[in-house]
């Protein structure tokens, strides 16, 4: 099985999003947490994901407006996400240079 790693920044983001969404539902975080876990158990059985920015991969998590972009580590063959995006950004303005940044 590969390894999933998270960049501080993807964390930050994860957590400020199930932060929000629970501000209103509770139960829907956790269901929204728990469909972002598994689709990540899916990239590291089945190696998903699609052309992204700068070179990276993106994937869309099922049933949420969420996205994650990320890399293939080839040391372990792992996954390092890199960014936790909502599907409504703009992504043209992402700084996408500065993903593994604090």
Request: aromatic share 10%; glycine share 4%; hydrophobic share 40%.
């Amino acid at each position: 099985m590969r390894s999933v790693s998270w960049t501080a920044r993807a964390r930050r983001e994860f957590e400020a999003a199930l932060a929000y969404i629970a501000k209103d539902s509770p139960s829907n975080a956790q269901l929204v947490r728990d469909r972002i876990l598994n689709t990540l158990r899916n990239i590291e059985a089945f190696s998903l994901g699609l052309p992204g920015p700068k070179g990276h991969l993106k994937l869309y998590i099922p049933k949420t407006s969420y996205f994650v972009v990320f890399d293939r580590t080839p040391k372990d063959d792992g996954i390092a996400i890199l960014a936790f995006v909502h599907g409504s950004r703009d992504w043209e303005r992402i700084d996408w240079d500065r993903m593994d940044e604090d």
